[in-house]
Every structure is written in structure tokens, then in C-alpha cells.
């Protein structure tokens, strides 16, 4: 009987199913966590983005003297010793905009705002909440402060 080397058809057709079940399995665990990935940046960023627009109205109402809601409760005006500024939730636009007085409206955060609120305390008039939800893709961050204003009444 003669010895025969090498692989059936059989076999190789075993072995090239079984790389491709190896290789299909590596590629869906690379795309998943490609996908993990991706979410959790966007997530860092979202929340840096919350993070960095809560600041800059927490430093404006710390040195406010006064603050008044608009009539529809989705905006602040806040008085300064420099003058006032004005933050606003555009719902149709999911934009917060600012304005600084004498200068033209502008955008802080742009189509990622889907609920913003702001609340003036009605027994001391001196602490401002405000609440603000941002939505990129499936991500969603939401931040709430309470701020003192240091100069209320000066």
C-alpha cells in the first residue's frame, strides 16, 4: 500500500471552515469593540461639552448682582457689574445661545441640547439652578448645578 502525504478534500475544506469561523469571530469582536469605543469618546466628549458650558454659566451668575428668567422659562439674563449675559435654550434647534449686551446672539452649544432649565430660588432670590441635558447619537449626559451669586443685591 502506498503512503499518500498531504490533506483530502474533506480536510481542507474542515480547516478553511474553521479559519473562517476564527476569522469572522475576530472581525466581529474587532468591529464591536471599534463600535465601544467610539461610544465611550463620544460619551467623554459629551460630558467635557456639559462640563465646560455648565462652568462658563456658573462663572456668570457667581458674579452676577441679579438675575431674571424670561417669560418662558427657557432663558436667563444675568446682571453683572460688566454688564449682563443672557443664555437660551433653542428647543427647535436643540442650540444654548448667549449674548453679551451690545454684542450680537451667539451659539454655545450647537444641536446637542435637548433640555435645559434654569430656576431662580423664589424665597432668597440669590441661588440660580440650572439643569442641562445634552444628546449626540445614543449618548445622553445630563448636569445639574445650584449657584450662589456673590454679589446678589450690590
Given amino acids: 500500500m502506498k503512503r499518500r ?10 480547516a478553511l471552515a474553521a479559519a473562517s469561523i476564527v476569522i469572522i469571530a475576530t472581525a466581529i469582536i474587532l468591529v464591536f469593540g471599534q ?10 466628549n459629551l460630558q467635557r461639552d456639559a462640563a465646560n458650558t455648565m462652568l462658563r454659566i456658573k462663572q456668570s451668575i457667581r458674579n452676577a ?7 418662558d422659562e427657557l432663558g436667563i439674563k444675568i446682571f453683572r ?5 443672557r ?5 427647535g434647534q436643540n442650540d444654548l445661545r448667549y449674548q453679551l449686551e451690545g454684542e450680537e446672539e451667539r451659539t454655545l452649544l450647537d444641536g446637542k441640547v435637548s433640555d435645559a432649565t434654569f430656576e431662580i430660588d423664589p424665597s432668597t432670590h440669590k441661588t440660580v439652578t440650572v439643569g442641562l ?4 447619537g445614543y449618548c445622553t449626559t445630563k448636569m445639574t448645578s ?8 450690590s
Avoid: C, H, K
Wanted: glycine share 6%.
Fill in 5 to 14: 502525504f498531504g490533506l483530502t478534500m474533506v480536510e481542507m475544506l474542515v
Fill in 35 to 44: 463600535q465601544s469605543y467610539n461610544r465611550s469618546w463620544q460619551q467623554a
Fill in 65 to 71: 448682582n441679579y438675575t431674571q428668567l424670561d417669560e
Fill in 81 to 85: 457689574p460688566t454688564g449682563w449675559i
Fill in 87 to 91: 443664555f437660551r435654550f433653542e428647543q
Fill in 133 to 136: 441635558e445634552l444628546t449626540q
Fill in 146 to 153: 445650584t449657584t450662589l451669586m456673590r454679589n446678589y443685591g
